[in-house]
């Protein structure tokens, strides 16, 4: 008999092979698996390709005194095809090395792309980017920053990064996705956030 209301975990879920198809920058692997099913009993055995991807970090740097965030726009391969421009408006982001933890790159990732330090942290939330495809899980903050100090041009130019600061008033960043000239998820997350949080973020950063 289906049960559409069972809950499924790991114990659900049996590997059979993992294959290696390409290790870079970029890891993507096959693997076969099978996976119980709602109708009762198991799957038949189906190759999945999965994008292995570590950790990421994102922050919303946040002046809650001008009332204004600071953000990055750089260009981004996946946003080649999109109809407006590849160069995305986004939130400060990295990911998470060895024997770092996701506040310590929040906190890095502020300097190194905004030159701004955050002296406070918020978490929002966890989320997986991509799971139909890829492994990828990202931890969204807010930080409280001074935003006076943001501004210029950064990044490591062994990877090729050319990144720009981006001050503005949180009306104009609300209305940006509106218009759809912000789109992509986490900072459409962190901003939406910040919209439905701001009064117990204004209380909590008195």
């Given amino acids: 008999m289906s049960d559409s209301q069972k809950l499924f975990g790991h114990i ?5 092979a993992t294959k290696t198809l390409h290790s870079g920058f970029l890891k993507l692997e096959e693997i076969e ?3 119980q099913l709602y109708a009762g009993g198991w799957s038949t055995p189906m190759r999945r390709e999965l994008l292995s991807k570590t ?4 922050v919303l740097l946040f002046d809650p005194c001008r009332d ?4 990055v726009r750089q260009f981004r391969i996946g946003a080649l095809s999109y109809a407006n421009s ?13 024997d770092e933890d996701a506040e310590q790159v929040a906190i890095r990732e502020a300097m190194e792309e905004s030159n701004c330090i955050p002296d406070h942290l918020i978490r929002i939330c966890d989320y997986l980017n991509s799971p139909g495809t890829s492994n990828e899980k990202l931890t969204l903050y807010c ?3 001074d935003a006076v100090s943001a501004g210029g041009i950064h990044g490591l130019a062994a990877e090729h990064e050319d990144i720009a600061v981006v001050v503005l008033d949180m009306a104009t960043v609300v209305q940006a996705i509106a218009a759809g000239e912000i789109n992509n998820a986490m900072t459409i997350i ?7 949080h701001k009064p117990a ?5 008195q």
């Fill in 12 to 16: 659900d879920v049996e590997v059979l």
């Fill in 33 to 35: 698996l099978r996976h």
């Fill in 55 to 58: 950790q990421a970090v994102g």
């Fill in 68 to 71: 204004q965030v600071v953000l």
């Fill in 86 to 98: 590849p160069w995305l408006l986004e939130l400060v982001a990295g990911m998470v090395g060895p």
């Fill in 143 to 145: 930080g409280r920053v």
């Fill in 190 to 196: 962190a901003i939406q956030w910040l919209q439905l």
């Fill in 201 to 205: 973020v204004l209380q909590a950063w």
